[in-house]
């Protein structure tokens, strides 16, 4: 444990120690001899004192401390290698059912639910679902490198992410039985924006008469202004139906990749990737949609044209809502196996946050200074001067 200073040329300021002591030098030099008959026959050229001498050392000394201290506070010093190293247990919410089982094995030090804020174990379980592999890193970033950290588990954990879990430390991954709750997905109203051309005019009736399906207060004008040939694009989380023969224009495609879903009528001209998984069949197994992703985004494509001829499911009285069932946004995982993901021990570690001790110089620094006007203010001294 030691102390530093953040700004070590704040100290500078002790030149100001100089102050009190030109002050009490100064209030001494404006005594003023007085002359006193009876003191005639005292010798005449008497040898005069000169030693610099300070009266009332506990002011002085007082002041003196005081701007020593601002100085010191400017400085910003900061205490450093004071960290605890009492272990910690975090419980995710679907082992809560093991806690007592854990504690009674004499498991010491700090016990917290693997929640936001890391709340105090005798607090209520926290509401699931959680982002547990989030928690854990911001943990192992909060605690000292030395602090031991268990982690109690269910069997099916719940708020993991697309990245293994990798923390700075070795972690006792403790695996019991239970289910965290998974989060519950509605279906939204998906934002349909079409564009077609004069090939795909009769196209656009069954994708409208779905639009106003999925969203009993839609009406007739509202989608209307969604049949834009062009115009601004919809935001990311909207769907824009291509019914066109000619490529995406470069806007559209950045559009996608940035998060977008692009709709495609089978003859359009903008290419396919591959491999493309089938999101839709018929009921002899046949593809009816066709989808793949690009950058963040995901192009979409009906592998027949949009006529009832061809595609009797559109005059279907469920084309609606297995259309919408498959605009709907592709759910990110987050449900795994604990026991096959626990964290590696391989990322960096991090430098833990000094300790500041300005707050306490403040206080410190405010006690003196009224002990400092008591002694100023006070009837001994008035008595003295």
Do not use: C
Not at 149 to 159: F, I, S
Not at 249 to 258: F, K, R
């Amino acid at each position: 444990m030691s102390v530093a200073l953040l700004l070590p040329a704040a100290l500078t300021a002790l030149a100001a120690l100089a102050l009190p002591l030109l002050i009490h030098l100064a209030r001494r030099l404006q005594q003023r001899p007085i002359a006193f008959a009876a003191l005639r026959w005292l010798r005449a050229n008497p040898k005069p004192d000169r030693r610099i001498r300070f009266d009332e050392w506990p002011l002085l000394l007082l002041r003196l401390l005081l701007l020593a201290l601002l100085a010191l506070w400017l400085a910003r010093p900061v205490l450093t290698g004071a960290e605890s190293a009492t272990p910690w247990t975090v419980v995710a919410p679907g082992a809560a059912q093991a806690v007592a089982e854990m504690r009674d094995e004499g498991d010491a030090g700090e016990w917290r639910w693997l929640a936001p804020g890391f709340p105090a174990i005798e607090t209520a379980p926290p509401d699931g679902p959680l982002p547990a592999a989030s928690l854990l890193r911001e943990l192992d970033a909060q605690l000292p490198p030395a602090v031991v950290l268990t982690v109690l588990v269910p069997e099916r954990l719940a708020g993991m992410d697309a990245q293994w879990p990798r923390l700075s430390r070795e972690v006792q991954w403790r695996v019991v039985a239970g289910v965290d709750p998974v989060p519950e997905v509605e279906d939204s109203v998906p934002e349909l924006q079409i564009r077609n051309d004069e090939v795909h005019r009769d196209a656009v009736r069954y994708l409208r008469a779905a639009a106003l399906a999925w969203d009993e207060a839609a009406t007739d004008a509202r989608v209307a202004v969604a049949e834009a040939g062009d115009g601004p694009l919809p935001p990311t989380t909207a769907t824009l139906a291509w019914l066109r023969t000619d490529a995406l224009p470069a806007e559209v495609v950045q559009w996608m990749e940035q998060g977008g879903q692009v709709l495609l009528a089978s003859d359009a001209a903008e290419p396919m990737a591959d491999i493309a998984a089938t999101v839709w069949r018929d009921e002899a197994g046949q593809p009816l949609l066709l989808a793949t992703g690009r950058g963040q985004g995901r192009l979409l494509r009906f592998a027949r044209p949009l006529q009832p001829q061809v595609i009797p499911q559109l005059l279907d009285a469920s084309f609606p809502d297995r259309l919408r069932d498959v605009l709907q946004p592709v759910p990110a995982p987050t449900l795994a196996t604990a026991a096959a993901n626990p964290p590696r021990a391989d990322a960096p570690a991090w430098t833990p946050s000094p300790r500041e001790l300005q707050p306490w110089l403040a206080l410190l620094a405010a006690a003196l200074l009224l002990l400092e006007r008591w002694l100023a203010t006070s009837r001994r001294r008035e008595r003295v001067a």
